[in-house]
């Protein structure tokens, strides 16, 4: 297939491409180069279904006896249940919204039917509750521009909170009683909402960047069904092509081979008969895995990336499900 070839599954037509260009030493006259890809979640297999597109020898490396990553639906409540995402957080140029919609993901708008409940547990008016979490949506926006353009003069321990707070004072004053008491601890109880967004404390999240959460435009929109159709639409060309490997978890990357122009050497210890050497390697595994050194490069990464991988953190997000029982 030539670089140029049509697209497998004509999912490249929906979903914008991504620069796919290798370093021109890879460009071989009359051999095709072969990209490694370590890591079998959406990043590794959008990586191995756009180089298939594109003509390249692709092999998908992954640790775990299945695909998807992060991305995992379960079964064991009898009723399938994500137990990674749930939502697509924006709908502007998000190109998880188009594969929802060509994998025919069932979804359903926030805004839509999504009842708030108050401290004593019964619903609140509707009406109400929509206000209440206009204003909060309003502040968060207003929240990332102030952490943006003040961010020099913003102390690294105000938090997201601090500031709602002193929002909520602008909004429903300082001496408040009664009816506007309960809406403002009953909006300032939507802030800490933004938490389980962002998957830590919004007492933790530093003011003096916010401005790195800021969302992607458009609206956040609830995956009804579940994510598995779509990690099968984005599986589906890597398995029909036979380049994947399970349970092959990659621990050295040696690059380049010595004694070889260019080429990079794979090794897995648990699978050691599925150690190669290819062109180029793409690396797609979590955060986590890089700060545990899981992986072993050879020579070691720049010290820019050791750095990024160091200063980076994220946030530990859990999600409890229930099953009800009718009686
Ligand atoms: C509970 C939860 C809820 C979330 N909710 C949302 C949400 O609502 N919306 C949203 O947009 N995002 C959400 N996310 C984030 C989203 O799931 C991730 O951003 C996305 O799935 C990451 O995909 P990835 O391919 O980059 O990484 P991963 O899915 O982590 O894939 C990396 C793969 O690499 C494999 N691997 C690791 N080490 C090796 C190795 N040495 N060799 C070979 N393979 C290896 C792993 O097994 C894994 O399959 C959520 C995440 C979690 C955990």
């Known amino acids: ?29 009359g051999k095709t180069p072969t990209v490694a890809v370590i890591g079998g ?46 939502w697509i957080h924006g709908t502007e140029n998000n190109p998880v919204l188009s594969l929802a919609e060509i994998s025919g993901s069932k979804l359903h708008h926030f805004s839509e039917q999504c009842p708030t409940y108050g401290f004593d547990g019964k619903p609140l008016d509707q009406a109400e509750a929509e206000e209440l979490s206009e204003l ?13 353009h003040c961010h020099s003069a913003i102390p690294v321990e105000k938090s997201f909170y601090d500031y709602c707070v002193e929002k909520a004072e602008e909004l429903f004053g300082t001496k408040v009683v009664n009816d506007e008491k309960r809406k403002k601890e009953l909006w300032l109880s939507l802030a800490e909402m933004w938490g389980t967004f962002i998957g830590s404390p919004v007492e933790k999240q530093s003011l003096k960047y916010f401005f790195l959460e800021e969302p992607l435009e458009g609206a956040n929109i609830f995956v009804a069904g579940t994510y598995k159709s779509m990690i099968d639409t984005m599986s589906n060309p890597s398995l029909d092509a036979g380049i994947v490997r399970l349970n ?19 090794k897995s210890s648990q699978k050691p008969e599925e150690n190669c050497e290819v062109d180029a390697v793409i690396v797609t595994i979590p955060l986590g895995c890089l700060k545990r050194e899981m992986i072993s490069f050879q020579p070691k990464l720049p010290k820019r990336m ?22």
């Open 1 to 29: 297939m030539s670089p140029m070839a049509p697209n497998i599954d004509g999912t490249a037509d929906i979903l914008p491409p991504i620069s796919t260009e290798l370093p021109k030493e890879l460009n071989f006259i």
């Open 41 to 86: 979640g959406m990043s590794g297999l959008r990586a191995a279904q756009v180089l298939l597109q594109k003509g390249y020898k692709v092999v998908v490396y992954e640790a775990r006896d299945r695909l998807g990553g992060r991305i995992f639906t379960s079964n064991n409540l009898g009723k399938a249940v994500d137990l990674g995402p749930n």
């Open 136 to 148: 909060m949506w309003k502040v968060i926006e207003r929240a990332v521009e102030y952490s943006k």
């Open 248 to 266: 092959t978890p990659i621990d050295e990357i040696i690059t380049p081979v010595p004694g070889s122009r260019n080429r990079v050497m794979l």
């Open 306 to 327: 050791l750095e990024g991988i160091d200063s980076l953190s994220y946030g530990t997000l859990e999600k409890v499900g229930f099953r009800y029982i009718l009686i």
